[in-house]
């Protein structure tokens, strides 16, 4: 399998784009921020697990994209990052006083397969048109092992 990660007992594939911008959308990302920024970002992905594909820290905004294990939130991640990254600048650079984050960000999911992969092949598996699914999940014919 290609571009998937292996956990212990998981293999997945979840990659996010994700971005948040400062309030207001003050450019004050400058250089001796950005880096420390940069810094904070990247140890609450290694501390969650969380790999950095890509990313950039832009003068008012951040973008990610990151491969995310199962087991984290995207919520979580974003809250930790955006959460710490403010607590740590803030008393180092007083120049940001309340100008770093807004409250909200984006998020966008990134794969090899695509929603209509996903249903044709559930489509096509094995006695899929059977008539007794509930809110279209249908229940694959097998054999009861009792029996």
């Keep these: 399998m290609t571009n ?3 956990g ?3 293999v997945y594939s979840h990659r996010y784009h994700i971005i948040w911008i400062t309030k ?3 450019k004050i990302l400058r250089v001796p921020i950005a880096h420390r920024a940069r810094d904070v970002i990247a140890q609450v992905c290694e501390e969650l ?3 950095i594909v890509n990313g950039v820290v832009s003068k008012d ?3 990610l994209f990151v491969s995310i294990p199962p087991h984290v939130c995207v919520s979580d991640f974003v809250k930790r990052a ?3 990254s403010s607590r740590k600048l803030q008393p180092e650079f007083p120049e940001l006083r309340k100008k770093y984050w807004c409250r909200g960000y984006f998020s966008s999911t990134s794969g090899n397969v695509t929603a209509d ?3 044709d092949y559930i489509s096509h598996h094995n006695d899929a048109h059977r008539q007794d699914h509930v809110n279209k999940i249908s229940l694959e014919n097998y054999t009861n092992p009792r029996k």
């Design 61 to 63: 905004h951040v973008h």
């Design 82 to 84: 955006k959460g710490r």
């Design 8 to 10: 212990s007992h998981t």
């Design 49 to 51: 697990g969380v790999e």
């Design 117 to 119: 992969v996903i249903d």
């Design 24 to 26: 207001y959308r003050y």
């Design 4 to 6: 998937h990660t292996h």
